[in-house]
């Protein structure tokens, strides 16, 4: 399991198979702030969340919800708007100018309003947490992987064949 839980690359079937063996979280314990790390499926974003400094999520209560949490100046972080974020049009440009672009434009996406909610939805088969986002066709269903960690699918209407997978680490009970 340990190999499965660092894993930073895997096919998508794998990580499909993982979710499913998983067991279901409620959205009380998800209370807090997650750091976040890619997994590398074959999805069309992956390395973008990261080219562009994600740092994670942070859940304040099931009706605040920052869904994207981003690495800012001298340690401190901030929360993007995805409704200003073009995420289908960034998918196939290259990191490295998403990267720029994003160093420019991140000054106009902070926002401290939260921009998603937590519910119960059946996902995969199985009753658990999903975030949904308020301005996007995006829903990031979690389930645990331990005590301090949860895996995520994000499961876009543009990308629907495939999952976005990504692991989220407990940082802060703020």
């Known amino acids: 399991m340990e190999e499965i839980t660092t894993a930073k690359k895997m096919s998508q079937e794998q990580a499909f198979a993982w979710f499913d063996r998983l067991a279901p979280v409620r959205p009380e314990e998800l209370t807090g702030i997650w750091r976040g790390t890619e997994i ?3 999805h069309p974003m992956d ?3 990261g080219a562009i400094g994600w740092f994670g999520k942070e859940i304040r209560s099931q009706e605040e919800v ?6 800012g100046n001298r340690g401190k972080t901030f929360s993007g708007n ?3 974020m073009p995420l289908t049009a960034l998918i196939s440009a290259p990191r490295l100018l998403i990267k720029m672009l994003f160093a420019v434009a991140s000054p106009f996406i902070h ?10 939805r059946e996902y995969r088969g199985k009753n658990t947490t ?3 986002y308020d301005q996007k066709p995006i829903l990031d269903a979690f389930v645990r992987i331990d005590d301090h960690s949860i895996l995520g699918v994000s499961d876009m209407k543009w990308t629907r064949q495939t999952g976005y997978f990504f692991t989220l680490t ?4 703020d």
């Open 47 to 49: 390395g973008l969340l």
């Open 40 to 42: 590398a499926t074959g």
């Open 82 to 84: 995805p409704g200003l």
């Open 170 to 173: 407990k940082v802060s009970m």
């Open 130 to 132: 999903v975030m949904q």
């Open 111 to 120: 926002t401290k309003k939260g921009r998603g909610r937590l519910c119960i």
């Open 66 to 71: 920052h869904p994207l949490l981003f690495a």
